[in-house]
C-alpha cells in the first residue's frame, strides 16, 4: 500500500488534522512524533523505541493499516502505554484465498505432458497450518472444505478454537514431518524469524509443498528462492483496490472510536509476545 485510501482519510479529517507523510526512515518520524495524538503507519515506515520516546507522551493511539506487525516496536508501544490497533479483516479474506491460489499455482504446468507430470488429488491430503491467527484460521475451514487433513502447531491458539474449525494441534516437529502441505501464517517476530530454515527443511516429507503467504523473514530463502521448484510471488495478498479501501476505512474507524473513548474489540489490539 503506497498510501492509505481517501476514503480512510476523510473520516480522519472529520475529527483531526491529518498530515499524509508516507515511507519517513525513523530519523525523520522521531522528528514529527511530539506533533502527533494519533500515528497510523502502512508497511513502509518503521516505529521504533526511539519514536515512541520523541512523542514525549503525547502519542495516545498507533494504528497498522494492515495485519503485519514487524515494522513496530510493540513492546515500545506497550512501556509507552500506547493503544495499538490494527486493520486485518480485509487481509485476512485475501489471504485465505492468495494460499489456495498460490497452491493451485504450484501445480501448474504450462506445457502439458500427460505421463511425466502427475498431479495429486486434495481430498484426504495433511495441511499444516503453522500460525493460527484471523488469516490461518481462515485457510484452514476453506480447506477442510476441499477435504484436507488440517493440523497445526501454535504455542498461543487456545485448544477449543482450533476444535471448532475441526483442526489438531500438534508439535511442531509433527507439523512439518506429517504433513504434504505446509502452510506459513505467522508474524515476524524474534521468536518466528528464520523458523523456516535447513534444519526444518531436512525434516519434511518428500514432495513437500510449502507455502509461505505471510512475512517475507519467516524462512531462510538465500538459496531457496533459486530452487527450480520455487515459485516466488510479489508481497500482494491484499493488493486489490477493493482491500485497500477496505483497510483505510478499517483502520480509520477504529481510531476515530479510541479518540472517542471507545474500547475496541479484542481482534483489533496489537499484542506483544515476549520472544
Not at 499444516?128 to 484460521?137: C, D, L, N, P, Y
Not at 524469524?193 to 535447513?198: M, V
Not at 531457496?224 to 480509520?252: D, K, R, S, Y
Request: hydrophobic content about 45%; aromatic content about 6%; proline content about 4%.
Amino acid at each position: 500500500m503506497a498510501s492509505l485510501g481517501e476514503v480512510g482519510l476523510q473520516l480522519l479529517r472529520e475529527i483531526a488534522n491529518v498530515d499524509c507523510s508516507y515511507n519517513l526512515v525513523p530519523e525523520e518520524l522521531c522528528d514529527k512524533m511530539s506533533l502527533y495524538d494519533v500515528l497510523i503507519v502502512l508497511t513502509g515506515t518503521k516505529v521504533t523505541l526511539e519514536a515512541f520516546e520523541a512523542s514525549k507522551g503525547r502519542l495516545k493511539v498507533m494504528g497498522r493499516a494492515g495485519v503485519g506487525i514487524d515494522n513496530v516496536d510493540l513492546q515500545a508501544a506497550t512501556e509507552c502505554g500506547c493503544l495499538r490497533q490494527r486493520a486485518h479483516r480485509q487481509h485476512r479474506r485475501c489471504g485465505g484465498a492468495r494460499d489456495r491460489a498460490t497452491r493451485r499455482m504450484a501445480r501448474n504446468v504450462w506445457e502439458w505432458q500427460l505421463n511425466k507430470y502427475v498431479v495429486v488429488s486434495l481430498v484426504g491430503k495433511t495441511l499444516a497450518v503453522r500460525g493460527f491467527g484471523k488469516v490461518g484460521s481462515q485457510v484452514a475451514r476453506r480447506a477442510r472444505g476441499l477435504g484436507i487433513h488440517v493440523i497445526a502447531h501454535v504455542p498461543y491458539a487456545p485448544a477449543d478454537k482450533a476444535r471448532a474449525v475441526g483442526v489438531e494441534l500438534v508439535s511442531f516437529d509433527a507439523a512439518i514431518s506429517d504433513s504434504d502441505f505446509i502452510s506459513l501464517r505467522l508474524p515476524l517476530t524474534p521468536s518466528t524469524a528464520k523458523i523456516f530454515n535447513d534444519e526444518t527443511l531436512a525434516k519434511v516429507k518428500k514432495g513437500v509443498k510449502v507455502v509461505n503467504v505471510a512475512r517475507g523473514g519467516g524462512r531462510k530463502d538465500d538459496k531457496l528462492v533459486m530452487h527450480e521448484n520455487v515459485t516466488v510471488t510479489p508481497h500482494l495478498g491484499a493488493g486489490t483496490v477493493e482491500a485497500q479501501e477496505g483497510v483505510a476505512i478499517e483502520i480509520a474507524e477504529a481510531v476515530v472510536g479510541a479518540l472517542k473513548g471507545e474500547l475496541p474489540p479484542p481482534w483489533f489490539l496489537l499484542r506483544f509476545f515476549p520472544s
